[in-house]
């Protein structure tokens, strides 16, 4: 009786011990859970049916169960194909670029040369105020300023800046960009601005004590330090332009296309296992950028400080 006694005096605290356990595991489920179960029923699942369905094969009448690499043979050999993504590659370099630029320097002057932080509230909201609207909305108020007849030509005109109105304004790869750029550079601002406002304002003074310059202090302190904020905006930015379809559409005139509306063509063709295969294409292309960038940068290590 004395030994039972023992052993459950010595179970009981290890029991004890062992239910707050159980319980923090159980509430970490129920936290996880209805998050994992949207990303596998909206991402996952719909993923791996892209997958299987990219194997099969296609004629006029319907898709038929088989495991064959044509699909991908043919993505990635048709000129017409190669040029669609370097199309879209070509854009995404070029507006990555631009609203990092611009991100970088409208993040940096809101932390550190707005001194009041109403002020830089009120500034920050200006620069979100065109995310309240559509951005279709968005995409095609830039027709009619950058029109033959819109308001950028004829200001130039009643300028005497120009003659004729300029045509590469309109429908052209310029006013991809400049949609995309107008679109995407909140998604710049917002993560750099974030990186920045955690810099100690102490490294910059000892920076400048040490003798640094304006540039010195930016290339060796600010950047390195607001490097999470840029590998964030870079996959927002990065991400969105190669997922678009009607900017290139609707700002090109016809001109350039998008893998998202080659991808939307061979769907209205009833070319679904072609289709497929592009998308898992540009699903692997992307998360191998994003990778790329995620080596660069440990993103969740600096999220969590």
Known sequence: MEAVGQATAFTAPARARRRPRLTSEAISWLQVGPLAFILIVFFALPTVLFLVVSFF????????????????????????????YVSSLKFAFIVWAITLLLGFSIAHFLVFHVRSAAVRTVLFLLCAIPFWTSGIIRTIAWIPFLGRNGAFNQALIDL???DQPLEFLLFSPFAVCVTYVHLFTL?????????LAKIDPALLEAARDAGASRWRTMVDVVIP???????????????????????????????????????????????????????????????IMVAGMMRVVD??????R
């Open 57 to 84: 094969d296609y004629d006029r009448t319907g898709i038929y169960p088989a495991f064959m690499l044509d699909n991908y043979r043919e993505v990635l050999t048709t000129p017409a194909t190669l040029r669609i």
């Open 187 to 195: 998604l710049m601002i917002g993560p750099i601005a974030n990186s």
């Open 299 to 304: 993103v969740r290590k600096e999220l969590v």
């Open 225 to 287: 330090l607001s490097k999470t904020g840029i590998a964030l905006g870079s996959i927002l930015v990065f991400t969105q332009v190669m997922g678009d379809f009607f900017v290139v559409k609707q700002m090109s005139g016809g001109q350039s296309a998008s893998i998202v509306s080659a991808l939307a063509t061979e769907i209205q063709a009833m070319q679904y296992p072609p289709a497929a295969a592009s998308a898992m294409l540009l699903v692997l292309f992307v998360a």
């Open 160 to 162: 005497h800046l120009i």
